[in-house]
């Protein structure tokens, strides 16, 4: 009957030291809860900061950007849909002739044809093309016609059915450019082909981005000429591979890049290959330039490589 109370207070013992580790693990787990809760939070603040930072960083190369083309460069634009890129940029180069012109102000008629005339004078030749002709073009892009008409009214020149695989020397230098554009321009470039297979789409893309540079690179001006090409930023663009395709014309070389910003041409809408429908907010599409803005683009300056001496 002695042996009871003592294993009684054993076994309370062992209970209060059970009830004491539990307490100590729900403790260390309560500890670790709160550090990883504290850490979480000091990610997403860092994260934040970081986010902010880019976001100004962003404004500001937006704010400083600039338009890279002169008012004496010789430009041949390639792959255009309305035109209305075409008609910005040649609005911009015009306004550079001419400052006291002002595209947000109305002029009276004898105003504007004195001023388009003064430009048409200064100005280097613009060459603005497409692949699409006649009535495909206008059912495509309506408003197409209308950016035609101003383009020529200001010195420019528009050719239809002008493909960029293939573009001609012998038909596209002549006179002031014999020897080569100063710079040629394509816009996102793009098939419209359909094709769902992704690596089948990546490949057609591909070599429509290697065969407008093998194309080009017989109309640019042999020493300081340039091509820029605009891609939006992401995939599948970035599978295209660009400056793969540079390498591979042996010929050409990567100079740099830059962002593109479509608030720097004004009036200007992004068109896609396969028409101006479902683009138009008011048709219940997103605005023109809204996924060039969400995704971002970049514009890549390429040139012919230095002739090897002997």
Not at 278 to 294: H, V, W
Request: proline share 4%.
């Amino acid at each position: 009957f002695g042996l009871k109370p003592i294993l009684h207070v054993r076994t309370m013992g062992k209970n209060r030291s059970g009830r004491k580790r539990k307490k100590g693990l729900l403790n260390r787990a309560k500890e670790l809860r709160q550090t990883q809760t504290k850490q979480a939070q000091r990610t997403a603040k860092e994260k934040q900061i970081l986010l902010e930072r880019k976001r100004r960083k962003d404004l500001e190369k937006r704010r400083r950007a600039v338009v890279p083309f002169k008012a004496e460069h010789s430009i041949l634009l390639v792959g255009e849909g309305d035109f209305s890129f075409s008609l910005a940029l040649l609005r911009h180069l015009s306004k550079l002739l001419a400052p006291s012109s002002d595209e947000t102000t109305d002029l009276s008629h004898d105003e504007e044809e004195r001023s388009e005339a003064t430009i048409r004078q200064k100005r280097m030749p613009f060459v603005a093309t497409c692949l699409d002709g006649g009535t495909d073009l206008t059912a495509k892009y309506p408003t197409a016609r209308a950016n035609i008409s101003h383009i020529e009214r200001l010195g420019g020149a528009v050719l239809k059915e002008i493909d960029g695989t293939t573009l001609d020397a012998k038909t596209l230098l002549i006179g002031p450019v014999e020897k080569g554009f100063d710079r040629i321009i394509f816009n996102f470039p793009h098939t419209g082909c359909g094709v769902q297979d992704t690596e089948k789409n990546n490949e057609i893309h591909r070599e429509l981005l290697f065969k407008f540079l093998e194309s080009s690179a017989s109309c640019i001006e042999k020493s300081s000429g340039e091509i820029h090409i605009t891609l939006k930023k992401g995939l599948p663009y970035d599978n295209w591979n660009l400056p793969a395709q540079v390498r591979r014309t042996g010929i050409l070389r990567l100079k740099s890049s830059y962002d593109f910003y479509p608030h720097l041409y004004k009036g200007y809408r992004h068109r896609r290959t396969l028409g101006a429908q479902y683009t138009e907010a008011e048709d219940g599409g997103p605005s023109a330039n809204a996924d060039i803005i969400s995704s971002g683009a970049r514009t890549y300056v390429i040139m012919l490589k230095p002739p090897m001496d002997g």
